[in-house]
């Protein structure tokens, strides 16, 4: 069993620095508050600005295990935190038929740990030792489905009619991402510490695809980056998300790209924008963006 | 500390922000481990008492009153990270405010101070907030707006939203719908199917639900005061019509007029005099006379309407004769709340001749009602 290190703020930023994450202090002083108070977090902010990557970065600071929850409309208590294996059961009872075994006895084994499958939520609270519990999307779940979370939230104990109530023994990091596609209730909000994740800045953008795409020219590199940060000012339908940002950057360098000039923008903007209207829209904006990405580029 | 610590959280709650005494704890805890560096000290706060990014710009102008920069450390560096080139604007603007109210160290919070916070409060857009942002203000705000306070260019920024929560609207009734076939055990087909694993039932059966889907009849009320709600009301209702029987819609001012629903917009089958004086015991009594044989035990009757009827006869008795002979019989009023029953409004005259009166006054409230009377079904 790994042990759980000590929580300091160097911890913190040790660990984004080796998952190559780069944020700004910010980031660092919250996640730093979430695992030092032991308080639920809850990430909002655009698809793309790295909301779902700050629990695996979490799980990699802590050296544990990441369990993720991914919500979506519909989803039940037992796809989410438990269910009975009714197969096994049924299996159980059969072979028990063979010897003459007291009904009481039988209904004592089949309603054990053995024949509960376990779900994320479950399993996070049950874990030997600390995990991080990544619920991610939490707005595409129900309401139904919040209020029940937040029983889980609050005292990290869960009652199975069955068996009685389980209570966590370590209490698990937890973070909940929201794009916002309902607004969350208050009741939930208030038991986390809340952070808004926005897409970074120019130079943190710049870093970042220096850190992951390293033998990219330095002047193609910040090109890239003004151009995007100007993409995401314009009104598009899905503005680029890092990721996207990232692979943007690689294509030009496979495809052996010196300088961004319109032409080789047209020939890869496909990559940044995924949608007709917006590519459109981007379009006849090629000139205006790349000579804002060019100005104080060079 | 402590003390500034606490007016700084009155003062958050004179900018309209409502932190409770748990989050204040947590703030408390916050300083405790990040220590006073400015910047942390900011964030911490944040993450505690901050839970709407909508808020920040009321929360930043409160911590900058509350916990002033001092003498050099001013007007250099330090600013909140901008997030985009605007934010430089933006924040020497702040800073601009701040250094107006810098003389008071501990500001009363019951004094000048509070009316210029509570308007600072949000919805209002700030320029530093980035597009995703001021879409989810802006969504915000569409959500909980009365159908009365709808600019055009409000009702035209809804239809998206609308679109959206309708789509929301019928993936929740067909989940409902499964759910309710689920969990049916058809014992019959079970146990023949467990002939063939020696007896026993190792792969249960469920009963498909015949669709008992129930007919829909909703009257909706097309006079000028409440058309906004309707449009919403019928735009919400209509890509759920799958999970009826039969739809019909009818709208009416003084007589009901059967309509549908061609790309999207409403067409009456007939003349409909938009400029007639509302009379709801007219139309109860023409529905009776052209269309009662809709209304039976499987028929769920929904009416749209503010019940301002003009002084006219309510003639409530019909409608308690319709809640007879229907499944469920559900008003919605469009009108906030504390409108029902002034004026030509009859809402408690035909309130107890419905099953249950909804409120429908914003967007937010009308999917709730939706929701709520049509997935018991």
Not at chain 1, 124 to 139: G, M
Not at chain 2, 82 to 87: N, Q, R, T, V
Request: with cysteine.
């Amino acid at each position: 069993m790994t042990r759980t290190p000590e929580v300091t703020p160097e911890l913190v930023r040790g660990g984004l620095q080796k998952a190559l994450y780069l944020t700004t202090p910010r980031v660092e002083t919250v996640l730093y508050l979430a695992l030092a108070l032991e308080k639920p977090l809850l990430i909002e902010g655009p698809a793309g600005a790295g909301k779902t990557e700050i629990g695996k970065v979490l799980a990699g600071t802590l050296q544990t295990e990441l369990v993720r929850l991914q919500c979506y409309e519909g989803l039940d208590e037992a796809k989410a935190l438990y269910e009975w294996n009714y197969q096994k059961q049924l299996l159980r009872i059969q072979a028990d038929r063979a010897g003459d075994q007291e009904w009481s006895e039988v209904s004592q084994h089949i309603f054990s740990r053995d024949y509960l499958l376990e779900r994320p939520l479950l399993h996070a609270i049950t874990a030997p030792h600390k995990v991080v519990l990544l619920i991610d999307e939490v707005d595409k779940a129900d309401e139904e489905f919040e209020a029940f979370l937040l029983e889980i939230l609050s005292d990290f104990q869960v009652s199975i009619p069955e068996l009685g109530t389980v209570t966590a023994r370590h209490r698990p990091v937890v973070v909940l991402t929201s794009n916002r596609a309902r607004e969350l209730s208050e009741a939930l909000t208030r038991r986390c510490l809340y952070l808004y994740l926005d897409f970074p800045g120019v130079e943190i953008e710049r870093e970042i695809i220096r850190l992951k795409v390293p033998d990219l020219d330095a002047a193609l590199r910040e090109q890239v980056a003004r151009f995007v940060h100007g993409l995401r000012k314009l009104d598009l339908r899905k503005v680029p998300s890092i990721a996207e940002a990232l692979d943007w950057a690689r294509a030009l360098r496979a495809l052996k790209i010196q300088e961004l000039d319109a032409a080789a923008v047209r020939q890869t903007l496909n990559l940044v924008l995924k949608h007709e209207d917006d590519l459109r829209k981007a379009d006849g904006k090629i000139g205006s963006l790349l000579a804002a990405a060019s100005r104080r580029g060079v | 500390m402590k003390t500034r610590l606490l007016t700084f959280i009155s003062m958050l709650r004179d900018a309209g922000l409502s932190p409770t005494v748990a989050e204040t704890l947590d703030a408390v805890h916050a300083v405790r481990l990040l220590g006073v560096e400015r910047r942390a000290l900011r964030d911490g706060l944040a993450a505690a008492l901050l839970k709407d990014e909508a808020d920040r710009p009321a929360f930043d102008a409160a911590f900058d009153r509350c916990f002033p920069l001092i003498g050099r450390q001013r007007g250099k560096g330090e600013r909140r990270e901008p997030s985009g080139d605007e934010g430089s604007g933006a924040a020497g603007r702040s800073g601009a405010q701040m250094r107006s109210t810098l003389p008071q160290e501990h500001p009363d919070p019951t004094g000048p101070n509070r009316r210029s916070a509570l308007q600072d409060r949000a919805p209002t857009l700030h320029p530093t907030q980035s597009k995703h942002n001021r879409l989810l203000v802006g969504r915000r705000r569409l959500r909980a707006i009365l159908f009365a306070q709808m600019s055009p260019q409000d009702i035209e920024d809804c239809d998206e939203l609308v679109a959206d929560l309708a789509r929301r609207f019928r993936a929740h009734l067909r989940r409902r719908q499964r759910q309710a076939w689920r969990g049916r055990l058809d014992v019959r087909r079970t146990i023949r199917w467990s002939i063939s694993k020696g007896g026993v039932p190792i792969q249960p059966a469920f009963r498909g639900r015949r669709p008992g889907a129930p007919d829909l009849v909703a009257l909706c009320d097309c006079s000028h005061s409440v058309a906004t709600a309707t449009r919403f009301f019928v735009s919400l209702l209509h890509p759920a019509h799958t999970f009826f029987r039969r739809v019909r819609l009818f709208a009416f001012v003084d007589q009901p007029i059967e309509m549908s629903v061609e790309d999207g917009t409403l067409v009456p089958h007939g003349q409909l005099d938009l400029y007639a004086r509302s009379d709801f015991g007219r139309v109860l009594v023409t529905f009776r006379e052209r269309y009662e044989s809709l209304l039976n035990r499987n028929t769920i009757l929904l009416i749209m309407g503010d019940a301002r009827n003009n002084r006219r006869p309510p003639r409530a008795d019909l409608l308690a004769r319709f809640r007879a002979a229907v499944r469920q019989l559900v008003w919605l009023n469009p009108e906030p709340i504390e409108r029902w029953n002034t004026g030509d409004s009859v809402m408690s005259t035909y309130r107890r001749a419905c099953d249950e009166l909804l409120r429908a006054a914003t967007i937010q409230e009308l999917h709730a009602a939706l929701r709520r009377c049509l997935t018991r079904i």
